[in-house]
């Protein structure tokens, strides 16, 4: 597992893999909770009263350490520059994250130079799963800046020897398709969404054969059936990538097994928690995840929020890496208000995968009606997308009718053509 070398040397400060087990890094993952808590608490005027009753009892445990007080986004938006540890002569970058629906204020989320040194450093090491020197990767993701993520992959790539090729309009699956040919790509990096769109166009343009040996789905969640279906048309391995821009980009990352995504232990503290109390909760059971950022010295973050129901596995990975992983099904627990019980069963993802058998399918995008009660689907496709409306409403009818207060199904005509509208965003089902 690519990961294993740098958690060693962050550890024990060696380049070596040798001895290295999940007991060491429960122990040295505590030793830098206390560090990076009462570094906060000195430095920070948020954390200075959030974390006023600090004390080195509750480095004991992991249970003793989910007494704390949690951060939450809200918090964030409210007193940003609260957070702050350093100067803000010491920013690099600062990133203003608005989310999707909300007319609240938006996150401001600061960074130093080492710390976006750090993400490079993780995309070369993560991308071991995956490339290799001389290697074509193909990357969906925009890069309008330096320190962006597409242009930051580029870094992380480059140190690795493989040649990066970027889409920065990932929305443009004609694009997407000449550089995937132009180029003999060998990896393929980008949203579910938009490497599906893809995979549609180059079976739809009557492709057989390809060059791509393995995919990394990233930045937003991905179903199985759109995993199984993106392996078996390219005959690849496909890898899963869970981050937030919060913890610094990167976060866990298949290793070649695929079984989980392998945690980046020496940078952040993850705990599966309980939403209403923020106990820790056993390895194996779903609940809230919690990061604390182990390394982070501009705005560190101290058991935050994430708004995401996850699990860690509990069997070992046949790699015998000692990390700890996360189960790729990721969804958000927050709802939107108003919305019935099966609207957290209807992730953008598992709508892709209800229409994967529809040829000219390339991408969608679903909103709810709460009045009266209708879930209303765009389609893109590669063709005449009205001629594909009956087949469509009839699988996703199918496909919700045995949830509770099954909604109606309404599809509607989207892009007739090899462009999609779906932007570079995590999808969410917006409810009016």
């Known amino acids: 597992m690519p990961l294993d070398a740098p958690t060693y040397a962050d550890i024990f400060s060696?380049?070596?893999?040798?001895?290295?087990s999940a007991e060491h890094i429960d122990v040295w993952q505590r030793k830098r909770l206390a560090t990076i808590c009462h570094y906060a608490q000195a430095n920070s005027s948020f954390y200075s009263k959030h974390l006023r009753n600090l004390n080195d009892t509750v480095f004991a445990s992991r249970e003793a350490f989910a007494t704390l007080p949690r951060t939450t986004a809200e918090e964030i938006r409210e007193t940003p520059f609260a957070f702050l540890c350093t100067s803000q002569d010491d920013i690099a970058r600062v990133v203003t994250l608005t989310t999707s629906g909300s007319t609240g204020k938006p996150k401001r989320i600061f960074f130093t130079q080492d710390e976006i040194d750090e993400t490079i450093a993780f995309y070369n090491h993560g991308m071991q799963c995956l490339a290799e020197s001389g290697d074509t990767v193909l990357a969906l993701l925009p890069a309008p800046r330096p320190d962006s993520v597409g242009a930051l992959l580029r870094d992380g790539l480059t140190q690795l020897g493989a040649t990066p090729v970027l889409n920065q309009d990932p929305d443009d699956v004609a694009q997407s398709l000449s550089l995937l040919k132009a180029h003999a790509a060998d990896c393929v990096v980008g949203t579910a969404a938009h490497v599906l769109a893809l995979v549609k166009l180059w079976e739809h343009a009557g492709n057989k054969d390809t060059s791509v040996k393995t995919v990394l789905l990233c930045w937003d969640a991905s179903s199985q059936p759109v995993r199984e279906y993106i392996a078996k048309a390219w005959n690849c391995r496909v890898h899963t990538h869970w981050g937030m821009t919060e913890t610094g980009l990167g976060g866990a990352v298949n290793c070649a097994h695929g079984s989980g995504m392998h945690l980046r232990e020496s940078k952040m503290y993850v705990e599966i928690t309980d939403p209403e109390?923020?106990?820790?909760?056993?390895?194996?059971?779903?609940?809230?995840?919690?990061?604390?950022?182990?390394?982070?010295?501009?705005?560190?973050?101290?058991?935050?929020?994430?708004?995401?129901?996850?699990?860690?596995?509990?069997?070992?990975?046949?790699?015998?890496?000692?990390?700890?992983?996360?189960s790729p099904y990721i969804r958000r627990i927050r709802q939107p208000k108003n919305t019935p019980?099966?609207?957290?069963?209807?992730?953008?993802?598992?709508?892709?995968?209800?229409?994967?058998?529809?040829?000219?399918?390339?991408?969608?995008?679903?909103?709810?009606?709460?009045?009266?009660?209708?879930?209303?689907?765009t389609i893109d496709a590669c063709g005449t997308a009205s001629q594909l409306l009956p087949a469509c409403t009839e699988l996703l009818r199918n496909f919700v009718s045995p949830l509770r207060n099954a909604p109606e199904i309404l599809c509607l005509p989207g892009k007739n053509s090899e462009k999609i509208s779906i932007g570079f965003a995590k999808r969410i089902i917006s409810v009016e």
């Open 14 to 20: 060696d380049a070596t893999t040798l001895g290295l």
């Open 277 to 326: 109390t923020g106990a820790v909760l056993p390895d194996g059971e779903r609940g809230e995840m919690v990061v604390t950022t182990l390394t982070r010295r501009g705005m560190p973050l101290i058991r935050y929020r994430t708004g995401d129901e996850a699990q860690i596995l509990t069997e070992p990975c046949p790699c015998g890496s000692p990390l700890r992983r996360l």
């Open 341 to 377: 019980d099966w609207f957290k069963d209807m992730p953008p993802s598992a709508i892709d995968g209800a229409l994967l058998s529809i040829p000219n399918f390339l991408a969608q995008q679903a909103r709810y009606r709460v009045s009266p009660n209708r879930l209303e689907i």
